[in-house]
């Protein structure tokens, strides 16, 4: 079975913060992705890395970036934490048409 | 722009009816369309995949079509479950680098 997983669950952090979120395949996959997802507004691509070293912007990029490092890891990182970006993060992996995704991390931004 | 939608938001069916979720998309040209489940508070399970130049997928109960032409695509769950109860999203993949466009999700609740 493909597994996706993220460092944490639940996460709270302050404003102004640097804050990391891990994202692991184990399935040695090319493409992976994080999406948000808010109420009334749906899932929405951040960033999307089609190899190692290798990221595109996706829809919403802003005020956010991304590292990947090794094949098997990506991770989303928020420069200086805001209000705005409290939300629940969800990571994906692909493997041929299909995408897997991890269980999210419900991030909250004080 | 791609966009999605699905219809209707909500929808609550007594347990043992079939039912049929829609998915709408305005760009016809796809390259693939992907059914997704999610429990609340979780992440999303891949239910079917539909390629472009396919016009259906089975999987168990499940039945998902796809109309290119049209810009349509419908789930069909037989015999519904309590355990079916959970958001249902379409996705519209419009490249082959695997990029998503979500519909905002059609929540289903089974009643015993």
């Known amino acids: 079975d493909v597994k996706v997983t993220q460092s944490s669950r639940y996460l709270v952090k302050r404003t102004g913060e640097k804050v990391f979120l891990e994202c692991v395949q184990d399935?040695?996959?090319?493409?992976m992705f994080w999406y948000r997802q808010d109420p009334g507004l749906g899932l929405r691509l951040i960033y999307f890395?089609?190899?190692?070293?290798?990221?595109e912007k996706g829809d919403i990029p802003e005020g956010y970036s991304v590292s990947r490092e090794k094949k098997e890891r990506f991770s989303l990182i928020l420069e200086s934490a805001s209000t705005n970006q409290t939300s629940m993060y969800l990571c994906?992996?692909?493997?041929?048409?299909?995408?897997?995704f991890g269980p999210g991390t419900r991030l909250t931004v004080t | 722009k791609q966009e999605v939608t699905q219809i209707p938001a909500a929808l609550s069916v007594p347990e043992g009816e079939n039912l049929v979720l829609n998915c709408s998309f305005t760009?016809?040209?796809?390259?693939?369309l992907q059914w997704f489940r999610q429990d609340p508070g979780k992440g999303l399970t891949s239910l079917l995949l539909?390629?472009?130049?396919?016009r259906e997928q089975t999987s168990g109960r499940l039945n998902a079509s796809l109309d290119k032409s049209s810009g349509r695509s419908t789930l069909y769950i037989a015999a519904s479950q309590p355990g079916d109860s959970a958001t249902y999203l379409c996705?519209?993949?419009?490249?082959?680098?695997?990029?998503?466009?979500f519909g905002q999700g059609t929540t289903l609740q089974v009643k015993p």
């Open positions: 539909i390629q472009s130049s396919q």
């Open positions: 996705a519209v993949g419009s490249s082959n680098t695997g990029k998503l466009i």
């Open positions: 399935m040695d996959h090319e493409n």
């Open positions: 994906a992996s692909k493997q041929g048409y299909e995408q897997y």
């Open positions: 890395s089609y190899d190692v070293k290798m990221k």
């Open positions: 760009d016809s040209a796809i390259y693939n």
